[in-house]
């Protein structure tokens, strides 16, 4: 029964997912100039959006563990590893954003209240370089994201009916994602496209795949 009751809460994490990633890249907030990226973190849908990315990476993590559960005793290899790359995702990417909340916040505030321009400068060196790291963080949760989808998809493709077809469609999305890990070095415009329409339309119809399938699975488990 717990069992159960967790594939339920899992699949209802699935379906919120689908709502967040929709609201994460719908979300348009342009901040072209410096001092627009140094106001950001004044707007409310700014604060709104990185905390909306954190509770979606607790979903997802929740969601895919859910496919782990069912999956495990079928292949405990590949089932094992794609959690473990799921994990790494969610926790680098809950730590990119809190360290935007917490410090790339503070640096903008401290710049826009500090009074002497070489207190300015030094505020904006730091504001600039911290993307560096930040670009780190984000190569990090792609390449774990992807490598958790194509070991799952990898997983479930040796299935039947509704696993092989969703085992297919988490392949895709990691060949996709990975693809965007690439481009992060080849800066392609075409590839930059595609990766575009694969977070705005894609994902939010694996995800719901995702829900659905765990939803039916809890259904058979007394």
Same mark, same amino acid.
């Given at each position: 029964m717990a069992e159960k009751h967790f594939l339920q809460f899992a699949s209802?994490?699935?379906?919120?997912?689908?709502?967040?990633?929709?609201?994460?890249?719908?979300?348009?907030?342009?901040?072209?100039? /410096?001092?627009e990226r140094m106001m950001l973190h004044r707007n409310p849908l700014y604060i709104f959006q990185k905390w909306m990315i954190i509770f979606h990476c607790i979903m997802v993590i929740v969601s895919m563990y859910g496919v782990?559960? /069912?999956?495990?005793?079928?292949?405990? +290899?590949?089932i094992s590893l794609g959690a473990l790359f799921f994990a790494v995702f969610g926790i680098t990417e809950i730590s990119r954003m809190l360290a935007v909340l917490g410090y790339v916040n503070g640096l903008r505030e401290k710049?826009?209240?500090?009074?002497?321009?070489?207190?300015?400068?030094?505020?904006?060196?730091?504001y600039?370089?911290?993307?560096l790291v930040s670009l780190t963080m984000f190569l990090v949760f792609v390449l774990a994201f992807? /490598?958790?989808?194509?070991?799952?998809?990898?997983?479930?493709?040796?299935?039947?009916?509704?696993?092989r077809w969703l085992g297919y469609g988490l392949l895709f999305? +990691?060949? /996709?994602?990975?693809?965007?890990f690439c481009?992060?070095?080849?800066?392609?415009?075409?590839?930059d496209q595609i990766v575009e329409a694969n977070n705005k339309f894609f994902q939010p119809i694996i995800r719901l795949a995702i829900g659905v399938w765990l939803r039916q699975k809890s259904k058979v488990i007394e």
């Open positions: 209802v994490a699935a379906l919120l997912t689908v709502l967040t990633t929709i609201g994460i890249h719908f979300i348009d907030i342009p901040a072209a100039s /410096l001092e782990a559960v /069912l999956k495990f005793n079928e292949n405990k +290899g590949l710049y826009l209240s500090a009074t002497d321009e070489a207190a300015r400068q030094l505020y904006q060196y730091s600039e370089n911290f993307s992807s /490598l958790g989808n194509l070991l799952y998809g990898l997983a479930l493709s040796a299935g039947n009916g509704y696993d999305w +990691g060949l /996709l994602t990975l693809l965007a481009n992060t070095f080849w800066e392609i415009g075409a590839i």
